[in-house]
């Protein structure tokens, strides 16, 4: 018979020197789905585990600040916790050098919560001092000395992300310049340099989901090499939009009216990057408005 029991309860303790990351680092995994808890009580681990909702993982951020925060006492928990068959924990610790932590501080003014009226650097070191036992203890050290934001987002992604949430969520859309640009386009192609079907006989009533205005569209000479560098482009842009942590991206395709030639560019590209992979959503903004041939005029 199957294997019934449930699955053990994530749990990731993310802590390390004031400054380097940890709250973008939580931020980070609750976009992901994680729960995401800053300054969590960390004697109340336990019972947090004992809770029994396993639903989610759960990321619990801890620092010097934090009420209770004792090195070996955390420690001692921590492997008590990993003995459990029904959990399974880990430990992040995000360090900087204390020359950069030194210098975010200066730059944002911010007080050093170990300094005290002393220097920063002077609080930099003796908490460096106080968390030296968990960056020894810690299953995963990150040091965000040389990194950007976004550089510390795509870290965690890399690491904690699930398959199926390493993807952005993708939107291909038409729309015609003459009723407006859409606000809120990643990435616009404007396709008024092909041959509009709205001036052939036949054609105008008729929208680019349509074959006549499809094959229309696809036999312009103006079209293939066009639509393939845009390919190439999306191919290229694509996964660099992911690496800096986008969640979405808005790929959108023009023309005068909105209903001919930017529904067939959209409907194609769709196509060509599900082939990819992707899984990509399409949205004709105006393929239900009449045709006009006061707003045609290109």
């Known amino acids: 018979m199957p294997d019934e029991s449930p699955s053990p309860q994530r749990i990731l303790l993310v802590t390390g020197l004031s400054g380097a990351g940890k709250s973008t680092a939580l931020q980070v995994l609750e976009d992901l789905g994680w729960e995401a808890l800053d300054n969590f009580p960390i004697r109340m681990l336990g019972s947090l585990v004992d809770s029994g909702d396993n639903t989610l993982p759960v990321a619990i951020g801890f620092d010097s600040r934090t009420r209770g925060f004792v090195p070996a006492e955390i420690i001692a928990l921590c492997k008590q916790l990993e003995a459990r068959d029904d959990v399974e924990l880990t430990t992040l610790f995000i360090d900087c050098g204390s020359t950069e932590l030194e210098r975010r501080y200066n730059e944002t003014r911010r007080l050093h919560p170990?300094?005290?009226?002393?220097?920063?650097?002077?609080?930099?070191?003796?908490?460096?001092?106080?968390?030296?036992?968990?960056?020894?203890?810690?299953?995963?050290?990150?040091?965000?000395?040389?990194?950007?934001?976004?550089?510390?987002?795509?870290?965690?992604?890399?690491?904690?992300?699930?398959?199926?949430?390493?993807?952005?969520?993708?939107?291909i859309s038409s729309f015609g310049f003459a009723r407006g640009m859409p606000p809120l386009a990643d990435l616009l192609f404007d396709m008024r340099f092909l041959d509009n079907p709205h001036w052939v006989p036949g054609l105008r009533e008729l929208t680019?989901?349509?074959?006549?205005?499809?094959?229309?569209?696809?036999?312009?000479?103006?079209?293939?090499?066009?639509?393939?560098?845009?390919?190439?482009?999306?191919?290229?842009?694509?996964?660099?939009?992911?690496?800096?942590?986008?969640?979405?991206?808005?790929?959108?395709?023009?023309?005068?009216?909105?209903?001919?030639?930017?529904?067939?560019?959209?409907?194609?590209?769709?196509?060509?990057?599900?082939?990819?992979?992707?899984?990509?959503?399409?949205?004709?903004?105006?393929?239900?408005?009449?045709?006009?041939?006061?707003?045609?005029?290109?």
């Open 114 to 171: 170990m300094a005290r009226g002393r220097p920063v650097l002077d609080g930099i070191k003796a908490e460096r001092e106080l968390l030296e036992p968990l960056r020894r203890w810690a299953d995963i050290v990150v040091d965000t000395t040389t990194y950007a934001t976004n550089q510390l987002q795509q870290v965690v992604r890399e690491r904690f992300a699930d398959d199926t949430e390493r993807h952005m969520t993708i939107t």
């Open 208 to 298: 680019g989901l349509d074959v006549p205005v499809a094959e229309h569209i696809a036999a312009d000479p103006a079209f293939t090499p066009a639509f393939d560098r845009i390919i190439d482009l999306l191919r290229e842009v694509m996964p660099r939009y992911a690496a800096q942590g986008r969640s979405y991206l808005n790929i959108a395709f023009g023309c005068t009216g909105g209903r001919h030639r930017s529904v067939y560019s959209a409907e194609r590209a769709a196509e060509v990057l599900r082939e990819d992979g992707f899984s990509p959503t399409v949205l004709h903004r105006n393929l239900g408005s009449r045709p006009a041939d006061r707003l045609e005029r290109r």
